[in-house]
């Protein structure tokens, strides 16, 4: 028998204690799991947090962009305005005297028809005059005419010689009489000859304001243009600023902690300062001047014959050749009882200087304005980076997170191009006119298609595809109550408006008297006729208070801005000295007088028609009676309190001049973008002034 073991084997009761040592182990790994979650959450937090920040910066320099880019806008709206004055002074102020039945002038017969208006016959030319040359020898406005002349009552106007009163000796009552009869003649002599004179003189200083208007506003954006494109990674803001540092503020402002503490970098792209641009000026490249070379007709008279009484044969004249008769070129060269017509000499000056070599003179170039070439973009670009350190990793090497973005402003509009198409790469737009009443361009190799060309004398739409602008009666005759006595206009009125525009001076090219010191009744007609239409508003960005969004701006910092010295800032047409006029006021002084005839559907009703560059909720409707935005407001700026806004509109309302939006770099760089006009392939390309290739970018 096998013997037993005394001491029996022990059992193990339990195995508490073996879940505690897994737990203990799977923590571990479940704490860097959990840690590493918390990392790439936190990181990915950063990264957002840095595309955000970047976000915003480029949308703050976009929109700094964008007010330097509504600040050429107006002025370049300017242009057209002074423009319009110069076609209404010439085809209304210059041609109202015409009142040969049945081409009498519409402002004097009423019509209204939408039709073209002949002015009678052209005996030196042949044919029928549809653009009547200018005379002010009559007293149907103007005031300073004898009542009993109008030598501009017909285009082919001929009066014979006088005749001399034959003296019959011993008859001393033949003598008198003959001495009087001498007297009127030799009056008759001077009226013909100065007729000439003054017609010129007119004819002239209308254009040579113009000349000086359109090149204070073209100096002015030329210096904003030369400002946005002065620099790739710096633009000067409208309030002197450093766009490069407003737009670093704003992103740091807007970074988490960790970013902030991470040895952020930041850097600026701006599109304007790129390589293709740099070292050239605006104006050859996305800025391009739409140079013409405008001329006016005048009503002269034939040359007198020495020693012979001559009659009084009207002849219609381009602006470039002075009146033949010698009475009338002493008449304005030289002091007269009525005063110096050339005052300061600056008409003879720039017709000595000008008259053969214009087109080569730049001081005398003139232009429309400016287009925009649309393959140079406006945008700006953004690139920052950071090193956050996560609380989960706070040894070994940093993490670097990279974000970028650009932003551009849209909606806005420099002007209409002069053609309808502008070809990829192209360095002006081609094809039709998009405005068909404007004079030729200058061509590229500095002349023009047809020097003789009548398209060359001042006309304008009213609205898009318009086919007689101010060659309409109805246009012509625009204007309540124009023709009234008392006349309205004074030759006064007009000798200071071409003096050349300086510091200092009232800078005024509208009708001042300047005897009384106050605004003449025709000042207002002026005004009348340059207020904005349906073409203007179609093509243009109009700021309704230019003076309290953009001038005080510019005028506070000129020095920042690159803005000359000399260079006055004016406000919109119609102010004079310190008194700043705006087109919000121009539109008011225009409705509050009632100005406006029932049939000139082509100017707006109602300022806040200008307001149609883009709108913020855009719908399939949107052109419909019950979306409130387009062309309108329905909370505009209170005037008594001291806030102002581009549009002046405070909600529910369209906009005007350019806003800011995000855009892809993808976007930038294609190469069929429609910015041509049309779908032809030849308008589709690249633009010329793409993001930078260096990494990152």
Not at 73 to 93: E, G, P
Not at 163 to 188: H, K, S, T
Request: with cysteine.
């Amino acid at each position: 028998m096998r013997r037993r073991n005394s001491h029996p084997v022990q059992r193990l009761s339990g195995q508490r204690g073996q879940l505690s040592i897994f737990v203990a182990l799977i923590f571990q790994v479940l704490f860097v799991l959990f840690a590493m979650a918390i990392n790439v959450a936190l990181v990915v937090h950063d990264k957002i947090n840095l595309q955000n920040a970047v976000d915003l910066a480029a949308y703050y320099a976009a929109q700094r962009q964008a007010e330097l880019l509504n600040a050429i806008a107006h002025n370049n709206y300017q242009i057209r305005q002074s423009w319009k004055l110069l076609a209404w002074r010439y085809r209304v102020l210059g041609a109202v005297g015409i009142q040969q039945a049945p081409y009498a002038h519409p402002a004097l017969t009423g019509e209204i028809a939408e039709e073209l208006y002949t002015a009678g016959f052209d005996t030196s030319g042949g044919g029928l005059i549809t653009d009547p040359p200018v005379c002010v020898s009559h007293s149907v406005i103007w005031r300073n005419v004898d009542p009993q002349q109008n030598v501009c009552n017909r285009t082919d106007l001929a009066i014979p010689p006088l005749p001399r009163m034959q003296i019959a000796i011993g008859f001393p009552f033949n003598i008198i009489a003959a001495q009087r009869v001498d007297q009127l003649v030799d009056v008759f002599q001077s009226q013909c000859s100065n007729h000439g004179a003054y017609n010129w003189w007119f004819a002239a200083t209308i254009l040579h304001a113009f000349r000086e208007e359109q090149r204070n506003r073209r100096a002015l954006i030329r210096s904003l243009a030369q400002g946005l494109s002065s620099s790739r990674d710096e633009i000067v803001d409208l309030r002197g600023e450093s766009t490069y540092e407003g737009a670093f503020n704003t992103f740091i402002k807007n970074l988490t902690n960790t970013n902030r503490q991470g040895s952020p970098t930041f850097e600026l792209y701006n599109s304007l300062g790129h390589p293709s641009l740099s070292g050239r000026p605006s104006e050859d490249t996305w800025l391009v001047p739409i140079f013409i070379h405008p001329t006016l007709r005048y009503t002269d008279v034939e040359a007198d014959v020495p020693n012979v009484v001559s009659g009084c044969n009207a002849i219609i004249k381009p602006l470039g050749e002075i009146p033949e008769r010698t009475d009338a070129q002493n008449t304005l060269w030289s002091p007269t009882v009525l005063g110096r017509l050339d005052d300061g000499g600056v008409l003879r000056q720039w017709y000595e200087s000008g008259k053969n070599d214009s087109i080569f003179n730049p001081d005398f170039f003139m232009s429309l304005g400016v287009e925009k070439n649309p393959w140079y973009m406006a945008y700006v670009g953004v690139k920052a980076t950071s090193q956050p350190r996560q609380i989960f990793f706070p040894f070994g090497p940093r993490i670097t997170v990279t974000a970028r973005a650009y932003a551009k402003p849209f909606g806005g509009r420099i002007g209409p191009w002069y053609s309808a198409f502008w070809p990829s790469g192209g360095s002006r737009s081609q094809g039709a006119q998009v405005d068909r009443l404007l004079p030729p361009r200058v061509n590229e190799n500095g002349f023009m298609e047809d020097d003789q060309d009548p398209a060359r004398l001042p006309n304008y739409s009213r609205f898009p595809g318009d086919p007689l602008g101010l060659k309409s009666k109805g246009a012509l005759n625009s204007q309540r109550n124009f023709i009234r006595n008392p006349q309205v206009a004074h030759h006064d009125y007009y000798r200071n408006i071409s003096a050349t525009f300086a510091l200092g001076q009232p800078n005024d090219t509208l009708a001042w008297d300047g005897i009384n010191d106050g605004a003449p009744e025709v000042r207002s007609f002026e005004i009348g006729a340059i207020v904005p239409d349906i073409f203007d508003i179609t093509y243009y960005s109009i700021e309704p208070n230019y003076r309290a969004n953009y001038l005080v701006f510019l005028r506070a910092n000129r020095n920042a801005l690159g803005i000359p010295q000399d260079l006055p800032l004016r406000g919109d047409l119609g102010s004079r000295g310190s008194e700043d006029l705006t087109v919000m006021g121009q539109f008011e002084g225009t409705s509050s007088f009632n100005l406006h005839q029932d049939h000139a559907f082509f100017f707006i009703r109602n300022i806040y028609h200008v307001l149609t560059a883009w709108l913020p909720n855009l719908v399939d409707n949107w052109f419909q009676d019950q979306d409130p935005h387009f062309g309108k407001c329905d909370t505009p700026v209170d005037p008594d309190h001291n806030f102002h806004l581009p549009g002046e509109c405070l909600t529910f309302g369209g906009r005007t001049g350019y806003s800011v939006k995000l855009v892809a770099r993808d976007f930038l760089l294609r190469d069929d973008l429609p910015f041509g006009g049309g779908y032809n392939s030849t308008h589709r390309g690249p633009i010329l002034n793409p993001p930078p290739t260096e990494e990152g970018w």
